[in-house]
C-alpha cells in the first residue's frame, strides 16, 4: 500500500495555471501507475492522466491533452500534475490514485485503483 497527499488546488481564472502535488509514502512512487483523478459535483469520477514512469507510459483523457503534464520526481516521491490554459470545466475535486499496473485501455477506471488521496479542489472561474 501507498499513502497519497495532494495539495496545490485554488481558484483561478479562466485560461490560468496550477500544479497539483501528490506526495507518496510507505513505498517509491516509481514502483506504481500513478494517476489524477477529478470528480465534479454530480458527475462521475473521471480519469485525467496517468503515469508509469519505469515504462515511459504516459496516458491522457482528451479533454485535457495539450494542456495537462502529468510528471512525477523520484527523488521527492512525488507526482505532479502541471494544468496550462484551465477552464471553467476543469473545476473539480482532483485526486491521486495508484495501482501497480498502468494500462492503455484501462488506466482510466477508478475502480482498478486500490489506493487514493483525499482531494484537492480546483476551481477555475470565467
Known amino acids: 500500500q501507498v499513502q497519497l497527499v495532494e495539495s496545490g488546488g485554488g481558484s483561478v481564472q479562466d485560461g490560468g495555471s496550477l500544479r497539483l502535488s501528490c506526495v507518496a509514502s510507505g513505498d517509491t512512487v516509481d514502483n506504481w501507475c500513478m494517476a489524477w483523478f477529478r470528480q465534479a459535483p454530480g458527475k462521475e469520477r473521471e480519469g485525467v492522466a496517468a503515469?508509469?514512469?519505469?515504462?515511459?507510459?504516459?496516458y491522457y483523457a482528451d479533454s485535457v491533452k495539450g494542456r495537462f503534464t502529468i510528471s512525477q520526481d523520484n527523488a521527492k516521491n512525488t507526482v505532479y500534475l502541471q494544468m496550462n490554459t484551465l477552464k471553467p470545466e476543469d473545476t473539480a475535486m482532483y485526486y491521486c490514485?495508484?495501482?501497480?499496473?498502468?494500462?492503455?485501455?484501462?488506466?482510466?477506471?477508478?475502480?482498478?485503483?486500490?489506493?487514493w488521496g483525499r482531494g484537492t479542489q480546483v476551481t477555475v472561474s470565467s
Open positions: 503515469i508509469r514512469a519505469t515504462r515511459s507510459n504516459s
Open positions: 490514485a495508484a495501482r501497480y499496473y498502468c494500462y492503455s485501455a484501462s488506466w482510466s477506471r477508478s475502480l482498478d485503483y486500490d489506493n
